[in-house]
């Protein structure tokens, strides 16, 4: 929570003072009431903040990161247990934070804002994004697999909706799956492959909504372009 007219000038509307004469003359409003008095506090990521009826845009000089994560790091800000996280692998000039998670184990797209308002929206059920990922199993994946995998898995916290997938090869008693699901749910993917009998070797996420891993090494991470970012929010309504 931050006072209006600083959530107004960290949108960009102009300078703290130049706000506070907006909210004065009665053109502010939160959650649909107008703001007249000084002092009241809002959350760009939770309250619905107008000048004169019009959204701001609280999305202005944010950042957003995508890492190729590699495996071994857990997805936390900081770790009590001292391991190693995926903080040590992008660059902070702000107070940023991972999207999401992928387990220690799990490589492939990460991303990192310091937009709250964004991240709330990738994790909300209704935007959620198409998510790929792409399995190194053990064992034969065949038609009875694929068809369980597809239709909705039982799982100990409900049901998985239906997920895309597809054979991309086949090897001795290994298979090379990707798996398109929309539920982001904690090991949801590992817990699925294992619920139809198969044992993950490695799983890599290689999409989240529009953006890919193109041209990113495994441990390297770089700002998202403007193209990248503006295809992401409207993936999410924004
Ligand atoms: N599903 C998983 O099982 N693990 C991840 O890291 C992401 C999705």
Same mark, same amino acid.
């Given at each position: 929570m931050e006072r209006l007219q600083k959530v107004l000038a960290s949108a960009g509307l102009g300078s703290r003072r130049k706000c506070e004469e907006f909210i004065r003359a009665g053109r502010v409003s939160v959650n649909g009431r107008i703001v007249e008095r000084m002092g009241v506090r809002a959350d760009p990521s939770v309250d619905r903040i107008e000048l004169d009826g019009i959204p701001i845009?609280?999305? %202005?000089d944010k950042v957003y990161i995508i890492l190729n994560k590699p495996a071994?790091?857990? @997805? @936390?800000?900081?770790d009590p247990q001292a391991r190693l996280t995926v903080? %040590?692998?992008? @660059?902070?000039a702000r107070r940023i934070f991972p999207i999401g998670r992928l387990d220690r184990d799990t490589r492939g797209l990460l991303l990192f804002t310091d937009d709250g308002f964004l991240a709330n929206r990738v994790a909300h059920p209704r935007f959620e994004l198409e998510k790929t990922y792409v399995a190194q199993v053990n064992g034969a994946a065949g038609a009875g697999e694929l068809a369980r995998l597809r239709s909705g898995i039982e799982l100990e916290d409900g049901r998985t909706a239906p997920a895309r997938v597809r054979v991309l090869g086949r090897r001795d008693h290994n298979s090379l799956l990707e798996l398109r699901v929309h539920e982001g749910r904690k090991r949801q993917v590992r817990r699925m492959l294992v619920a139809v009998g198969l044992e993950v070797v490695d799983l890599v996420r290689t999409s989240l909504g529009p953006l890919t891993l193109q041209g990113l090494e495994e441990g390297e991470s770089r700002p998202l372009r403007p193209d990248e970012v503006q295809a992401l929010m409207s993936a999410l309504d924004i």
């Open positions: 845009d609280v999305h %202005e071994g790091y857990v @997805t @936390t800000v900081s903080m %040590e692998l992008v @660059t902070k």
